[in-house]
């Protein structure tokens, strides 16, 4: 594992394929208590004169609950040989298990925020603002249809206070 810190300028990777095709792992809590989740919905931009990403979290979700109690988080993004681990992130719960041994990732300890030595990309964040998406607000009534359950994200977004890549 060598991760080397970047500007998140000099990533080279398209950032809706990393989300939206190759997906990522939300990551919150801190060393010994954390959990971490896949996701293909979230982005990166500049927002309030910082460089931003954003993620959406349903509350059902057991990452949820430790996004509310810590300050930071971490995206990780996988080069395709992992997907087996994502898909495996995606569909157990860690409320039920250990998915983190059973997916055969290794969870690096860095600072206060956890992320996985087998990451191409990681980014920690510190959490500067929330809001529960308000299914009132849709203006495309089709978006409805994603949500049958009417378990409504809620979206954070986070300064990328780190961008490290790993020179796999």
């Known amino acids: 594992m060598e991760f080397r810190e970047i500007i998140p300028e000099r990533v080279k990777d398209n950032p809706f394929a990393l989300i939206g095709k190759d997906w990522m792992l939300i990551t919150a809590g801190v060393p ?3 959990n971490t989740m896949t996701a293909s919905w979230g982005g990166l931009g500049v927002l309030w004169e910082r460089k931003v990403a ?4 349903r509350p ?3 990452t949820y609950e430790f996004m509310e109690c810590t300050p930071r988080f971490t995206l990780s993004f996988f080069p395709e040989k992992h997907r087996a681990a994502l898909t495996f992130c995606g569909s157990h719960s860690g409320r039920d298990r250990d998915k983190i041994k059973e997916s ?9 925020v956890l992320y996985f030595s087998e990451a191409k990309v990681v980014l920690v964040c510190r959490k500067l ?4 998406i308000d299914p009132d607000r849709f203006l495309d009534k ?3 249809t994603l949500y049958p359950q009417k378990d409504y994200h809620r979206m954070y977004v986070g300064e990328i206070e780190q961008c490290l890549i ?3």
Not at 54 to 57: A, G, K, L, R
């Open 129 to 132: 603002y929330f809001q529960d």
């Open 54 to 57: 954003f993620c959406f979290i």
């Open 142 to 144: 089709e978006i409805h």
């Open 60 to 62: 059902t979700r057991y």
């Open 32 to 34: 010994g208590k954390f």
């Open 166 to 168: 790993n020179e796999i």
């Open 104 to 112: 055969g990732l290794t969870p690096v300890e860095h600072a206060d």
